[in-house]
């Protein structure tokens, strides 16, 4: 098979003069994915090449090229050395789909990441995206460089979030001059409130949504230091709104005198699956006064939730919210600051108040979603956030008693989609269906344990069932490893990549070992 990678040679000597040409003469990378390309690693997986040719990936990156260079001695197998190569740079390699500057300040750099196959910024997933570079980042001014990028997603976010704070996925910037993107699938959704779909992709109210901008300014400022940034442009006006929605999303559904309040955010959709539109037209389960939890209409998986007090996302809330704080405190919003700690120490309060249930066979556990009724959903999903991956968002010690007992449960048959057969053995979910393994869970696993031998069979589960495509999937089917969804999901690679450099620090030893038996 001829490699996709062969281009004309004229076009090759020709191609810094063809950069605006990118789109002709680059394979558009959905076609790439689903099919393998040589040359193949020479493990037993023969797994294939990946990666776009230097003229068409979309952000170069010295620094992860000089990783990925010293990465082929770091790792020895060499299927997973083929596995790291292909998924780690993903994010930079295909899914950034335009770099710039505001048109009312050209200091405010902006940064807009596609998920991968589709065509919009989601604030969750180019939060996660950016962050598998965050062991590389580091202080710089420069335009280009990882810095900037983490600036521009920032900015791009804050605009976002100050056009639409309840929406969870958007469209290019104007700047970009791309055109916005269909979604066939939103046509119809009837939202309050409601937004513009040249802005808005999609407008799913998700807690976590707000998180990950939390997330993304968190790692950014811990890792270059640099303060001032976040005094520049637009952040604590963002965080602001976020608050602003946060507070609301603590709206019970009824009053004190029992009459039902206003929800300040309200979906449907026509559709014949239950995740994606809200019970009671719209407003979702009834949800009790006084938790103190924040309430969420979906899942990370972008299903609707079935009680609204989301426990993982009030974590992952919780715990980069007070991360923030020293940001707020640093550009002299000492206001802003307290009103941050103050609602990072209720949530987790009302987390570990009301979150926190009684099981027979697992004892005290997180719930995955609570209404404060005592309605309980007890499982876990996938996606992050997860109760699987509480200490890997800094929310509770991996050594935790209530945590230790949470994972035993959701890693198991206590947990309705954790999926086992002979392919892989992971949490799955709703989104994709019992039946459905997701990698991204596996991988979590392998962040959340120091066992040596966990850590190895959950390698070898997700290093063999890539189907030879040599690529983190969204799920496997986990009886059959030719059934998987998503060829290109940029966020679940660059993960991939980011456990890999976590494993090179906290257990080396792992990535010299062979898996070819
Ligand atoms: C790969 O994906 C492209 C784009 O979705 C599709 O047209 C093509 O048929 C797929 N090929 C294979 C082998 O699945
Ligand atoms: C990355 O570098 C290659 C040359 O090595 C160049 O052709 C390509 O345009 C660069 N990509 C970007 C987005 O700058
Ligand atoms: C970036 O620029 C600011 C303001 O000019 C300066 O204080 C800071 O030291 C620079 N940072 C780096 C890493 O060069
Ligand atoms: C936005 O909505 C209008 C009216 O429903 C529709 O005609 C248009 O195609 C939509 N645009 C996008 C990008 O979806
Ligand atoms: C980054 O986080 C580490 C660990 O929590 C902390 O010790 C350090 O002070 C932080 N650095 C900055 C600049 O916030
Ligand atoms: C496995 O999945 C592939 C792709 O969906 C399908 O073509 C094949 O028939 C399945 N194999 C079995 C044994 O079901």
């Known amino acids: 098979m001829l490699a996709y990678t062969a281009l004309p040679p004229l076009l090759l000597l020709l191609s810094p003069l063809l950069q605006t040409t990118h789109a002709q003469f680059c394979p558009d990378y959905l076609g790439v994915a689903n099919t ?5 690693s020479t493990g037993k997986y023969a797994l294939s090449s990946q990666r776009p040719i230097a003229a068409c990936r979309t952000f170069n990156s010295s620094q992860v090229e000089a990783l990925l260079a010293r990465y082929t001695t770091t790792i020895s ?3 997973l050395l083929r596995l790291f190569t292909n998924s780690y740079p993903n994010t930079l390699d295909t899914a950034i789909k335009w770099r710039g500057v505001s048109a009312t300040n050209p200091a405010e750099e902006l940064t807009f990441i596609i998920t991968g196959d589709i065509d919009a910024m989601w604030l969750r997933d180019s939060s996660n995206q950016v962050q598998s570079y965050l062991p590389l980042l580091t202080a710089s001014n420069a335009s280009y460089s990882l810095a900037s990028l983490y600036r521009g997603v920032i900015n791009l976010q804050a605009r976002y979030l100050l056009t639409s704070p309840y929406c969870n996925s958007f469209q290019p910037p104007v700047e970009s001059g791309l055109p916005p993107a269909e ?9 309050t409130p409601v ?3 040249t802005s808005v992709f999609e407008c799913k109210y998700e807690l976590d949504s707000l998180a990950a901008f939390l997330e993304v300014s968190a790692n950014y400022h811990n890792a270059t230091g640099d303060t001032t940034f976040f005094s520049r442009f637009s952040w604590s006006e963002a965080v602001e709104a976020i608050l602003t929605v946060a507070e609301e999303m603590q709206t019970p559904t009824y009053g004190a005198d029992g009459a039902v309040l206003k929800s300040p955010y309200t979906f449907t959709r026509e559709t014949t699956r239950s995740t994606e539109t809200f019970a009671n037209d719209g407003l979702g389960n009834p949800v009790a006064s006084g938790t103190g939890l ?11 939730t079935i009680y609204q007090l989301f426990v993982p996302a009030n974590m992952m809330f919780s715990s980069y919210l007070s991360q923030c704080v020293p940001i707020a405190r640093g550009i002299g919003k000492a206001d802003l600051a307290e009103r941050m700690e103050s609602l990072a120490a209720s949530v987790r309060k009302g987390i570990e108040e009301h979150g926190v249930v009684d099981t027979l066979q697992h004892g005290r556990v997180y719930a995955f979603e609570v209404d404060g009724y005592g309605g309980q959903t007890i499982m876990d999903d996938a996606n992050i956030p997860s109760l699987l991956s509480a200490p890997f968002l800094g929310y509770v010690d991996q050594a935790d008693e209530v945590y230790q007992a949470t994972r035993k449960m ?5 947990n309705p989609y954790f999926m086992r057969g002979p392919v ?10 019992p039946g459905m393994a997701w990698p991204m869970a596996k991988i979590v696993q392998i962040l959340t344990t120091d066992d040596e031998a966990e850590i190895v069979g959950a390698l070898k589960e997700i290093l063999s069932s890539t189907d030879r495509l040599g690529l983190i999937h969204e799920s496997i089917n986990s009886f059959n490893a030719s059934d998987w969804t998503r060829q290109w999901f940029s966020w679940a690679n660059g993960l991939f990549g ?3 450099l976590n494993l090179y620090d906290r257990k080396p030893e792992i990535l010299r070992m062979s898996f070819q038996d």
């Open 183 to 191: 979604n066939g699938a939103a046509s119809n959704d009837v939202v």
């Open 36 to 40: 393998t390309h040589e040359p193949f």
């Open 410 to 414: 959701v890693l198991g048959s206590g």
């Open 195 to 197: 937004y513009s779909n």
């Open 498 to 500: 980011q456990m890999i």
């Open 294 to 304: 924040i309430r969420s209409g979906f899942r990370p998986s972008d299903d609707s």
């Open 77 to 79: 197998d060499p299927d």
């Open 424 to 433: 892989i053995n992971a949490i799955g979910g709703p989104h994709q269906g």
